[in-house]
């Protein structure tokens, strides 16, 4: 029987699952938090400075609102954008905190890494993971957000532009500047063949 | 400085880049893929960006939600709906639980049985006939009353007092005189020639009513 509604719960849409989230079913509220928990933890992960266990606090916070506000949700939107939206407002506010309490700093330990000789010369695949993860902590936090959502989360302009409550035009710039950016910073990587 | 066209058509010119590498591009793509991204140099680092970075995005597996996240959450979403489901379980118990026919007969007739006799002919019509009630309801009244309050009130009068340095002239500072002197204020001026004669000790200077008269020109 519990199979049976698994499988059917795994058919609904986000919407549907939210609509009887709000009813206080359980099952829909595991298969929304099955759905999104690892996408919202690595963008956490992403946007907070590669910081783990605070991702996972995020992660926690997050799904809280939704069980506490449901009715935050509003018929007829899109769940994704909603979420990425309140996920993106949490990570805004921790960048205010840490901006107010001067605790995000212009050069990290990782910038000099960036500039160790050996690493820039000696590419391999994880180096570059690594550069390329570096290099993406050197993004002010709504370029970073664009590319995010634009290549892991393969959102479209529009509904990226939603979330960030912002225009599209505005969204374009943002990934065409952190584009180059990181392209920048990456240039000294053999290209791809 | 600023490619608008590059930003403006952003989603093009990442389709270029997704395709294949520059050298690869029809004529006319190479030329919108200059004017776009500034040069071919910046074409293919953007294309490398874009193809590596997007390869890092999508690999990344290691993250992993903490199991005890989800079965936090789930305690509190029990506890948060519990209240409601309560309600729900027992009203799905009573309307599932099974009931013999014959009881729903009797309860039935009774429920008829009851209707027929405390509804009858007379209380009908006794409920249709209109009544009237009388009622009477006490209503308070606000009454002012204004009563007459005494205050006290201090009446300084006002006496000339006279100095004199002759125990003749004494009789000028008797009350008597100080009466005499307010009725005939022209009295002060013979008090005066008194006092320049060295005839009478009165300082009519310091005396107000004299200053009164003075300031009005009398």
Redesign the interface.
């Known amino acids: 029987m519990k199979r049976w509604l698994g499988k059917n719960y795994r058919k609904k849409s986000d919407e549907s699952l939210m609509e009887l989230l709000k009813k206080?079913d359980?099952s829909s509220?595991?298969e929304l938090?099955h759905r999104y928990?690892?996408r919202l933890?690595?963008y956490f992960?992403k946007m907070l400075w590669q910081d783990?266990p605070k991702?996972?606090d995020f992660?926690?916070e997050i799904?809280?609102k939704i069980?506490?506000k449901p009715d935050s949700f509003q018929k007829g939107k899109k769940f994704s954008t909603w979420i990425f939206s309140v996920a993106h407002n949490m990570c805004k506010n921790e960048y205010r905190r840490k901006i107010n309490r001067n605790e995000i700093a212009l050069e990290t330990d990782h910038e000099k890494l960036w500039y160790d000789s050996e690493w820039q010369f000696d590419f391999e695949q994880k180096l570059?993971?690594k550069q390329?993860?570096l290099a993406l902590e050197k993004l002010n936090e709504n370029q970073k957000a664009v590319?995010?959502f634009r290549?892991?989360e393969n959102l479209s302009?529009q509904e990226i532009a939603e979330i960030l409550d912002c225009s599209e035009?505005t969204v374009?710039?943002r990934?065409?500047y952190a584009?180059?950016k990181?392209?920048?910073l990456?240039?000294n990587?053999s290209?791809?063949n | 400085m600023e490619n608008f066209d590059g930003i403006k058509n952003y989603e093009k010119l990442e389709a270029l880049l997704l395709k294949c590498s520059f050298n690869e591009l029809s004529e006319q793509e190479r030329e919108k893929a200059k004017q776009w991204a500034g040069s071919k140099e910046n074409f293919e680092s953007l294309r490398k960006l874009l193809l590596d970075g997007k390869k890092v995005l999508q690999r990344e597996e290691a993250l992993v939600p903490s199991t005890e996240i989800f079965e936090n959450l789930s305690s509190e979403f029990s506890l948060r709906n519990q209240s409601s489901k309560r309600i729900n379980i027992s009203l799905n118990t009573l309307a599932k639980y099974p009931i013999p026919l014959y009881q729903v007969g009797i309860a039935a007739m009774i429920f008829f049985v009851f209707f027929f006799f405390l509804n009858d002919d007379n209380s009908v019509q006794k409920d249709l006939a209109p009544e009237i009630v009388i009622k009477t309801d006490t209503v308070f009244q606000l009454t002012k009353q204004i009563d007459t309050v005494y205050l006290e009130r201090e009446v300084v009068v006002e006496k000339p007092v006279y100095f004199t340095q002759n125990e003749e002239e004494e009789e000028m500072q008797s009350d008597g005189f100080a009466e005499k002197f307010e009725k005939d204020p022209f009295l002060d001026f013979q008090a005066k020639k008194d006092f320049n004669n060295e005839t009478v000790g009165i300082t009519m200077e310091e005396d107000s009513t004299f200053m009164e008269f003075q300031t009005k020109g009398i």
């Open positions: 206080g359980k509220f595991e938090y928990s690892k933890l690595f992960y783990e991702s996972q992660l926690q799904f809280i069980i506490e570059f993971e390329f993860n590319f995010i290549y892991k302009i035009g374009k710039s990934l065409y584009s180059r990181l392209a920048e990456l240039k990587f290209p791809v």
